[in-house]
């Protein structure tokens, strides 16, 4: 994933320094900017090749700076009511919103997003900022939560039992995935924070230009108490070994990545909490009531246009199965491809661009690895035209009619603009399964006004996604779509998709936050917890 390395005395030794506006990018530990050691690693604008920006491997002691987060942001965020940590946010909101211009303009030299994906990443992050700030006012002056009322022990009125949700003593370690710099660190560190915990993000090498800036912008608030929050530029180095039983970690990355992280021996040895959010190849299904041309028809064209083409195609939650009906398989491809046609690539930076290029060199060939692996199990029915100079990818749409038995298309995940039509009975139990071949998902959207039929498809889908979009007539026009994420809703996905589950709301604080029952005289916890029934 992370570009060549330059030597320390070269090019890159001259750019760290500021030639040419590209950055040296530090880290932010022990409440200092750090500078890292050995070689450079440069980050290059995707469309361009030219160097951006260049990081080095921090070469701090990782263990004093989990050790300086726990001891010194730990409790000065639990000694905050809800209330005050909900202001932090709403500053931390109001920083990126603020700064808006500028953050669109590093994710495009960064990134190479659009201006429209970078304001879904971006927007993204402030939102859900937001969205914490709103929820964590609500929760007022408590510093910690009661779970359920108060229950009697066995047969006692007396002897009650109480449910309570604290803080954990440890940090919020945060690795996150390059396609969503800004809103994959900001919604981890939005939810940590307003549980009690401080946080330390790791964004992912490749695109962190764009988080570091948030993260210059999020420190210079002055709204963060001291030790709240870490940033750590470039890789993990020895990060995990220092970690203990109350500290956690949320991974969203490839599931290869996930299995080291989850194997590490120090989070083996302690319990540390892990939640993983990791790959999908998410469905769209037509049901076999929606006939061509109808609103809940252009409803799935438009959705499955958006998804597939939106950031390149580099999102968690994009389409990558389409099942439609044998019957109208032909009007369901011509329809796709109709929309698709007017779909344009090129620079990011001309206002008329749609698809600009995947994230980096290394992500380029990724997806045209996965795409020759497609091309043995199904048939190209689409391609786009797209620049040959830089990182583009052309978005591409395939049809198979091997249902079941297109094996690459139902297990690998080719993380760019494509996507795969594959022909159903209109059967709902056999696109079920068809759907659960991919071995658990972030998402599922189904269309169909027919809720004999739907019904069963939707909770037959339910056991493996995170979240299913149902769309249909009447709501044909008010949807973002499967492929936003929002702050109420969990996001996650059993089995292949990680097994994790973040956001929802109040759900989200759940991960950061320790369950206890104490168990006690009805009064003497009613002086310590207020009123428990
Ligand atoms: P990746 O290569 O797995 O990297 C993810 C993160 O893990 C990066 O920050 C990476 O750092 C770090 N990392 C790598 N090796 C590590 C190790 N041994 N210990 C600790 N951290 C380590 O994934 P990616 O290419 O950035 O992201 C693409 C994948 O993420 C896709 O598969 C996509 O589906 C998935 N994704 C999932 C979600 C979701 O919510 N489910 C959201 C977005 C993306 P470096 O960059 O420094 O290597």
């Known amino acids: 994933m992370v570009p060549e390395v330059m030597n320390g005395d070269g090019e890159g030794e001259r750019l760290a320094r500021g030639v040419g506006g590209i950055v040296g990018l530090r880290s932010y530990l022990e409440g200092k900017w750090v500078d890292g050691t050995g070689p450079e690693i440069p980050l290059r604008d995707p469309t361009s090749g030219e160097v951006v920006a260049t990081v080095r491997a921090a070469g701090a002691d990782l263990a004093r700076a989990l050790a300086f987060a726990r001891e010194s942001g730990g409790p000065r965020l639990r000694g905050m009511p809800f209330a005050g940590r909900a202001a932090i946010l709403e500053g931390l909101a109001a920083a990126v919103h603020g700064a808006r211009d500028e953050l669109i303009d590093v994710s495009r030299r960064s990134g190479g997003t659009t201006r429209s994906d970078a304001k879904f990443d971006i927007d993204g992050a402030s939102a859900t900022l937001q969205a914490y700030a709103v929820l964590g006012r609500s929760l007022g002056e408590r ?85 709240a929050f870490s940033l750590l530029v470039g890789p993990a180095g020895d990060l995990l070994d220092h970690l203990g039983p109350q500290d956690n970690v949320a991974f969203t990355g490839g599931s290869e990545t996930a299995r080291q992280v989850r194997g590490n021996p120090s989070i083996v040895a302690h319990n540390v909490r892990v939640n993983v959010e990791a790959d999908s190849l998410n469905v769209s299904i037509l049901g076999p ?129 494509v996507a795969t039509v594959v022909p159903y009975s209109g059967a709902g139990d056999e696109v079920v399964s068809l759907a659960a071949r991919g071995g658990g998902g972030l998402v ?29 007539q009447k709501v044909h026009d008010q949807s973002p779509g ?52």
């Open 143 to 227: 510093t910690f939560l009661l779970d359920g009322d108060a229950e009697g022990v066995l047969r006692s009125k007396r002897f009650v039992a109480q449910h309570v949700l604290v803080p954990r003593r440890g940090v919020a370690v945060h690795i996150n995935a390059f396609n969503f710099p800004a809103w994959g660190m900001a919604e981890k560190a939005a939810v940590a924070w307003l549980a009690g915990m401080p946080v330390l993000s790791k964004p992912a090498t490749s695109t962190s230009p764009l988080a570091v800036r948030i993260a210059e912008l999020w420190v210079d608030t002055g709204l963060l108490p001291e030790g």
């Open 289 to 417: 009531d929606v006939s061509p041309g109808s609103d809940t028809f252009q409803m799935f064209v438009n959705d499955a246009v958006r998804d597939l083409t939106q950031k390149a195609g580099q999102k968690c939650t994009a389409v990558r199965r389409i099942f439609v009906p044998t019957a109208v398989a032909d009007d369901a491809v011509d329809a796709l491809v109709d929309r698709l046609s007017r779909v344009r690539v090129g620079d990011p930076a001309a206002r008329e661009t749609d698809v600009g290029p995947v994230a980096n060199e290394a992500q380029r060939a990724s997806v045209e690895q996965g795409l020759a692996a497609l091309e043995r199990a199904a048939v190209r029915v689409w391609r786009a035209d797209a620049p040959e100079r830089g990182s583009f990818v052309p978005p591409s749409l395939y049809r198979t009619d091997a249902g079941r038995d297109a094996a690459v298309v139902h297990e690998r995940e080719v993380f760019g603009p």
């Open 444 to 472: 599922a959207s189904v269309y169909s006004d027919d809720p004999a039929w739907a019904g069963p498809v939707v909770l037959g889908l339910a056991p493996w996604h995170g979240r299913i979009h149902w769309g249909s």
């Open 482 to 533: 499967p492929g936003t994420v929002l702050a109420t809703l969990v996001h996650g996905g059993p089995g292949r998709a990680g097994g994790g589950e973040e956001l929802g709301g109040l759900r989200g604080l759940m991960f950061y936050m320790q369950r206890t029952a104490v168990q006690a005289d009805r009064g003497l916890l009613d002086r310590v917890l207020g009123a428990t029934s």
